[in-house]
C-alpha cells in the first residue's frame, strides 16, 4: 500500500525554521520525482518545491526561492523541506506528493501519491 506521511509542522513566529518530513511506504523512492505542495485556507493549492528522482535537480516557488532547501534521502525512503526565514504568508497545510517521473515538475496533477498534509502557522 503506496503511503505518504508528512510530520514536522506545527506553530512558530515569523523568522523561525521549521523542516518537514515525508516518510514514502509500499514503493521505491528512487524511481519517484518528489514534491512538496500547501494550501492556506481560502486558496487553492500551491506548488512549493521539487526534487528530481535521477540527478536531484530541484524546483523551487518564487515566493520559497532562497529560503526553503528539498531533499531527499532514497537510502531512507524520506524527503525533507528545510524552511527558514518563515513568514506569516506561509502558513498553510503542507503536501509531500510522489511522482512517476524522472523530471523535476511543479504541477500537481502530474502527481500521483499524496499525503494527508500537515499544518503549518506562522504567527507572532
Known amino acids: 500500500q503506496v503511503q505518504l506521511v508528512e510530520s514536522g509542522g506545527g506553530l512558530v513566529q515569523p523568522g523561525s525554521s521549521l523542516r518537514l518530513s515525508c516518510a514514502a511506504s509500499?514503493?521505491?523512492?528512487?524511481?519517484?520525482?518528489m514534491g512538496w505542495f500547501r494550501q492556506a485556507p481560502g486558496k487553492e493549492r500551491e506548488a512549493v518545491s521539487s526534487?528530481?528522482?535521477?540527478?536531484?535537480?530541484?524546483a523551487y516557488a518564487d515566493s520559497v526561492k532562497g529560503r526553503f532547501t528539498i531533499s531527499r534521502d532514497n537510502a531512507k525512503n524520506m524527503v525533507y523541506l528545510q524552511m527558514n526565514s518563515l513568514k506569516p504568508e506561509d502558513t498553510a497545510v503542507y503536501y509531500c506528493?510522489?511522482?512517476?517521473?524522472?523530471?523535476?515538475?511543479?504541477?500537481?496533477?502530474?502527481?500521483?501519491?499524496w499525503g494527508q498534509g500537515t499544518q503549518v502557522t506562522v504567527s507572532s
Open positions: 526534487i528530481s528522482s535521477i540527478d536531484t535537480t530541484t
Open positions: 509500499g514503493f521505491t523512492l528512487d524511481y519517484y520525482t
Open positions: 506528493a510522489a511522482a512517476w517521473r524522472t523530471i523535476a515538475t511543479m504541477t500537481a496533477h502530474q502527481y500521483d501519491y
